[in-house]
């Protein structure tokens, strides 16, 4: 997944979550930084929305029902690593992966998991921190067998 196939899977959909939400779209347009006309021929599939307010849309309705049907439970980290290439930071705990995605490997206390709906790739280790997150499968391997090294 790459900018412009995420701006095409959310600008269609930017109505439904504004519905969604119950907002008008003067509100919605407020909330994101845009015009009122910008968001109308958004809706009206007239012209695509940008990056920017597809993260501004992914982030501050990450919780919307649509956004979570076409990103799963982690829109924001979608986002990151469609930005990134790859997030590496300190660990933060998740809840198991246990909807959204699938184990690809075992290596020690760490797992490698794939999304099911985006396809990216994240290493959690036995207490369900992530450690690193990334859309090449070659360097989620590589990490892994770092990681269970240490």
Request: charged residues 25%; contains cysteine.
């Amino acid at each position: 997944m790459n900018q412009h196939t995420l701006i095409q899977q959310i600008s269609p959909r930017m109505k439904l979550i504004r519905i969604e939400r119950g907002y008008t779209q003067e509100r919605m347009a407020d909330v994101l930084g845009i015009s009122k006309k910008t968001l109308v021929q958004i809706e009206k599939g007239r012209v695509q929305a940008g990056w920017t307010t597809i993260v501004a849309v992914t982030a501050l309705f990450r919780d919307s029902e649509i956004i979570q049907h076409e990103l799963g439970d982690s829109p924001i980290e979608v986002v990151e690593l469609i930005a990134h290439e790859y997030v590496n930071r300190p660990k933060s705990r998740t809840l198991a992966g246990k909807v959204w995605w699938e184990v690809v490997h075992e290596r020690g206390e760490f797992r490698l998991q794939q999304h099911t709906v985006t396809k990216h790739y994240r290493i959690l280790d036995c207490e369900h921190y992530r450690w690193f997150s990334t859309t090449d499968y070659e360097q989620a391997i590589r990490k892994l067998m770092e990681l269970s090294e240490q």
